[in-house]
């Protein structure tokens, strides 16, 4: 099975940017869907971007789109979640996620395996 690890949170002022990465082991990346989810203290875990396997088909949580972007090189196993103009409300923990489902989907039942997450936090 593949194993996720993300990097890359930290503490930003709001208006900045952060990249994150989720650096894939164990089996190829390309076999996956891979998606970025966060989660936020009190709130559930909620969809933020999601990336198909070769196609190059994206899918954004409203609330980040245009501000957030999902791309990854197979060849590296490696996925990034470029971010700008962050928000306060941006601060959570982010999880990266694999699926070996047909297509890209924002339903984070459909993903099966998961990293252990890195914190994002945006100072107002």
């Known amino acids: 099975q593949v194993q996720l690890a993300e990097s890359g949170g930290g503490l930003v002022q709001a208006g900045g940017s952060l990249r994150l990465s989720c650096a894939a082991s164990g089996r190829p990346l390309s076999w996956y869907v891979v998606g970025w989810f966060r989660q936020a203290p009190g709130k559930e875990r909620e969809f933020v971007a999601t990336?198909?396997?070769?196609?190059?088909?994206?899918y954004y949580a409203d609330s980040v789109k245009g501000r957030f972007t999902i791309s990854r090189e197979n060849a590296k196993n490696t996925v990034w979640l470029e971010m700008n103009s962050l928000k306060p409300e941006d601060t959570a923990v982010y999880y990266c996620?694999?699926?070996?489902?047909?297509?890209?989907?924002?339903?984070?039942?459909?993903?099966?395996?998961w990293g252990q997450g890195t914190q994002v936090t945006v100072s107002s």
């Open positions: 996620a694999a699926t070996t489902a047909i297509g890209v989907s924002p339903s984070k039942d459909d993903y099966r395996y």
């Open positions: 990336h198909s396997r070769n196609s190059g088909s994206t």
